[in-house]
């Protein structure tokens, strides 16, 4: 079946802890995309990424880091910069190339801090 | 930046009741997306819209793009209790820009 896996589904960061999300697709997708998503709150985008070994910041990049190596994947480090990752983190992918392009989302990781 | 406005942001109606929610923008939309997310999951995509004026439904959901293109509507007819959960509008404002802009959400709880 083709989808979007995120692992682990919940995952506990201790202070000053540099943690890492996993995001694969295996639906042949160029761009993927990195969302945080708060009590009652929107997604904002964190980073995204067009193509392979490119990606671009999004509206709240400070604290997390990407990379891009694989047309499959799209890891996100949460490091210790960011001082307030407790969140709900979603990954989406979509087609990719211009114009407007329906994105589809993973199952989401939950972020807590101990 | 671009802004969506969810209207209402939560609703509270019994099983059998029809829903309306719209979706308003600060600037013209050329896609407008529904997505529904029920708890600790993803959005799953409902409806897709890519022209004004254009009317679609998925069985109990119909969604219509304004014809201002700042605006898009998602009714559910009938509803019942597995209708419950956030109901997000989405869209990118300008052609060529994957970056998807997303409302705040309509929250859906079903009165037994």
């Known amino acids: 079946d083709g989808g979007i896996t995120q692992s682990p589904k919940y995952l506990f960061r201790k202070e000053g802890q540099n943690v890492t999300l996993s995001c694969e697709q295996n639906?042949?997708?160029?761009?993927m995309y990195w969302y945080r998503q708060d009590p009652g709150q929107g997604l904002r985008l964190i980073y995204y990424?067009?193509?392979?070994?490119?990606?671009q910041k999004g509206d709240i990049a400070e604290g997390y880091s990407v990379s891009r190596e694989k047309k499959e994947s799209f890891p996100l480090t949460v490091t210790s910069a960011q001082k307030n990752p407790t969140a709900f983190y979603l990954c989406?992918?979509?087609?990719?190339?211009?114009?407007?392009?329906?994105?589809?989302f993973g199952p989401g990781t939950r972020l807590l801090v101990l | 930046g671009q802004q969506l406005n969810q209207s209402p942001q939560s609703m509270f109606i019994q099983e059998g009741e029809d829903v309306s929610m719209n979706c308003t923008s600060s600037s013209i939309f050329n896609t407008w997306l529904w997505y529904k997310q029920e708890p600790g999951e993803g959005p799953v995509l409902l409806i897709a819209l890519y022209k004004a004026g254009e009317l679609t439904s998925n069985g109990r959901l119909t969604a219509q793009f304004g014809i201002t293109r700042k605006d898009s509507f998602l009714n559910i007819s009938a509803s019942i209790p597995s209708d419950v959960g956030i109901y997000f509008c989405a869209g990118p404002s300008n052609f060529g820009n994957e970056k998807l802009t997303f409302g705040t959400g309509t929250r859906l709880t079903i009165i037994p």
């Open positions: 990424s067009q193509i392979v070994n490119d990606f």
């Open positions: 989406a992918s979509s087609i990719g190339g211009t114009g407007a392009e329906t994105q589809y």
């Open positions: 639906l042949n997708h160029d761009a």
